[in-house]
C-alpha cells in the first residue's frame, strides 16, 4: 500500500474534495483523483461519492480514515520532528486567537519563534473569524474557546480560565437586583451574562449598559465605574489583587471557560508549524486545572 496514496486519501476525507486536497498536498488533481482510484482498485470498494460541490465518503472510506487517519498523522510529525534538528526553520507561521488571551499568555511563544527565524503573523478574532480563517486556509494556528468540529483540524486543551463577576468597589449594587445591573457586556448575544443569572436564578436582563468587542475595554470600564463584568481570571487578577475591582459576592459559579490550542493537519508537513505548535503546547503544559 503506497503511503502517499493514503495521505491523499486522508486529505480528501478531511477537506471533502479532492481539488482543496491536491492543492494542500501540491500535487495536482489528476494526480490525487489516480490516488483514489489506486486505493479503491487495491480495497475493492469504492471510497467517495463525487457530487457538484465536492465528495462525501463512504461508509468503507469513513473506516480507513477512522483507523489511520491518526497514525499517518503521528509518523508524520514524528518525521517533522527529526526534520527540525537538520532543517532551516525560516518561513512564516500565520496564528490566531482573543487579542486579550493573545496579549497576556502568549508573548514568550512570540519571542521563542522569532529567536528560530520564523515570521510569525498574528491575527485577532473571536471563534467566527478563526474558522471561517481555517476553512480559508489562512492560518496554521489559533488559540479559541470552542473545540473544533472540522475533522481538518487537530487540537488539544491548553488553559482553562476562571470567569468572574466584578465591578468597582464604588459601585452600590445593594439595591438593585442582578437582572437590572448596569452590565458592561461583549455582544447582544449576553452569553455569559445569561449563564450567570440562570445559575443564581435572576431574571434575565433586558438589555446591557455598555456593548464592546473588547474585554479589555470591558474591564476599563468596569474599573471606572460604568458597571459589572464578567472576565477571566488573567485578565483583572492584578486588578483585584489592587483594590481596583471587587468580586460581586453573589450565590452560584460560572464555568470554567476551556481554551484549546487547534491546528490545521495538512499543515503539519511544514517543519516551522510543528515547532511552533510544540512550542504553544510546552509554554502553556500543565494550566489545564
Known amino acids: 500500500m503506497n503511503l502517499h496514496h493514503l495521505r491523499t486519501f486522508i486529505e480528501v476525507w478531511r477537506t471533502g474534495s479532492i481539488s482543496r486536497a491536491s492543492n494542500n498536498l501540491s500535487i495536482t488533481q489528476p494526480a490525487a483523483s489516480s490516488h483514489i482510484r ?3 482498485t487495491e480495497l475493492g470498494h469504492v471510497l ?3 457530487h457538484a460541490r465536492g465528495v462525501d465518503p463512504t461508509v468503507v472510506a469513513n473506516e480507513l480514515a477512522n483507523a ?6 503521528g509518523a508524520e510529525a514524528a518525521f517533522e520532528k527529526l526534520r527540525l534538528r537538520s532543517d532551516e ?3 512564516v507561521v500565520h496564528m490566531a486567537g482573543p487579542s486579550e488571551f493573545m496579549g497576556v ?3 514568550a511563544v512570540a519571542a521563542a519563534l522569532t529567536a528560530q527565524g520564523i515570521q510569525l503573523h498574528v491575527r485577532f478574532g473571536g471563534r467566527d473569524a478563526i474558522y471561517r480563517w481555517f476553512e480559508e486556509e489562512a492560518i496554521e494556528l489559533a488559540i479559541t474557546a470552542s473545540e473544533p468540529e472540522d475533522r481538518a483540524l487537530g487540537f488539544e486543551p491548553v488553559f482553562e480560565e476562571q470567569l468572574l463577576v466584578v465591578a468597582a468597589p464604588s459601585l452600590d449594587l445593594s439595591s438593585v437586583s442582578q437582572a437590572n445591573w448596569p452590565w458592561l457586556a461583549y455582544d447582544e448575544t449576553l452569553p455569559m451574562v445569561r449563564t450567570y443569572l440562570a445559575g443564581v436564578q435572576a431574571a434575565m436582563p433586558t438589555h446591557p449598559t455598555l456593548i464592546a468587542g473588547s474585554l479589555t475595554f470591558l474591564r476599563d470600564a468596569a474599573m471606572a465605574g460604568a458597571g459589572v463584568a464578567i472576565l477571566p481570571d488573567y485578565l483583572c487578577k492584578t486588578d483585584l489583587e489592587e483594590g481596583r475591582l471587587v468580586l460581586v459576592e453573589q450565590a452560584g459559579q460560572l464555568p470554567a471557560n476551556r481554551i ?4 490545521r493537519k495538512a499543515a503539519l508537513r511544514l ?3 510543528v515547532f511552533a505548535r510544540d ?3 510546552q509554554e502553556l503544559a500543565g494550566r489545564v486545572r
Open 68 to 73: 489511520i487517519g491518526g497514525r499517518l498523522d
Open 271 to 273: 517543519p516551522r508549524v
Open 38 to 40: 489506486a486505493l479503491e
Open 105 to 107: 499568555k502568549m508573548p
Open 89 to 91: 526553520m525560516g518561513g
Open 48 to 50: 467517495f461519492r463525487r
Open 279 to 281: 512550542r504553544c503546547l
Open 260 to 263: 484549546f490550542l487547534v491546528w
